[in-house]
């Protein structure tokens, strides 16, 4: 399985990260850093990952012929969103996406921002009718998380959950 994972915008960008240090070790992984991201990953990284730049736009992961099989953008800043939504592929981000997208891949998307306005859920709207997973980083409660780390891990492991990747990171409805 091949799995990108997109960090777009600053804020969040951890949660980001640790996604993807949290994808099982069989999965070929890639990552794509926005300009915003702002993070040096050479010397953190100990996993074997595929790094990107954003404006590598002739990157294998832009093609539908190398096979991505799922794609995550978090954080998903509202710039990333509307662009997604438009069909604009000005970066490697975009232009994955909307791989993603005409290729009928499941491409999940974060959205960071709150509260929405009506143009991001107007954007979010039309891209659910295309089939895209918008799954903000919403805390739950059932699951009794008693520290960020709980609460970031039971996110991850839903969003593991809608792109069919198996994992133990919370603890499930009994």
């Given at each position: ?68 099989d799922a794609m ?14 438009c069909g604009i ?86």
């Amino acid at each position: 399985m091949k799995v990108v994972v997109a960090v777009s915008g600053a804020s969040g960008a951890s949660l980001g990260l640790k996604t993807l240090y949290a994808l099982p070790d069989p999965i070929e992984k890639h990552l794509i850093l926005s300009e915003h991201a702002e993070i040096v990953l050479d010397k953190e990284m100990n996993k074997k990952i595929t790094l990107h730049q954003n404006s590598e736009i002739w990157a294998s992961i832009a093609s539908g012929s190398f096979g991505v099989d799922a794609m995550m953008v978090i954080p998903c800043s509202m710039n990333t969103l509307a662009k997604i939504s438009c069909g604009i592929a000005d970066n490697l981000i975009t232009r994955a996406a909307s791989v993603m997208i005409k290729e009928q891949k499941k491409l999940l998307l974060a959205p960071r921002e709150m509260p929405f306005s009506a143009i991001s859920l107007e954007n979010m709207q039309k891209l659910a009718t295309l089939g895209v997973i918008i799954a903000p980083p919403v805390m739950a409660y059932y699951s009794e998380q008693d520290s960020l780390e709980a609460m970031e891990n039971f996110m991850i492991g839903k969003w593991f959950d809608l792109l069919g990747i198996p994992n133990d990171l919370y603890q499930r409805w009994k």
